[in-house]
């Protein structure tokens, strides 16, 4: 038996220049799927409709280059990423600023 898959939504990312790319293998749990783009930017999206994506927190590290970034990933209630700087912002479920360890509690 052969299944077809087909786009159930898309979500539109930052504006980001038009050579912008995602080689990071998306995350999901609990219906919530983290991401994150060529700039290091992880989103948070809240993907529990089915129907609807919407972003719920996005860090941004402002990095000054586009750079290879694969992907969070998720330890407990962390989330964490790199990026070219040292440090990220950190934050908790609700998006809120906690510090700069590039550790994000989910």
């Not at 749990?29 to 972003?55: A, H, N, P």
């Not at 989330?79 to 509690?105: E, P, S, Y």
Request: proline share 4%.
């Amino acid at each position: 038996m052969s299944r077809t898959f087909k786009l159930a939504y898309a979500v539109p990312l930052a504006a980001a220049p038009a050579m912008s790319s995602i080689h990071a293998t998306p995350l999901a749990e609990g219906g919530f799927i983290y991401i994150t783009d060529s700039w290091g930017v992880l989103y948070k999206i809240d993907g529990t409709s089915g129907e609807v994506g919407r972003i719920v927190w996005r860090m941004d590290p402002k990095q000054q280059q586009q750079d290879r970034n694969r992907g969070a990933a998720l330890w407990g209630n962390f989330v964490i990423t790199n990026c070219q700087r040292t440090a990220a912002d950190r934050r908790d479920r609700q998006g809120d600023r906690q510090n700069r360890l590039g550790i994000v509690l989910r």
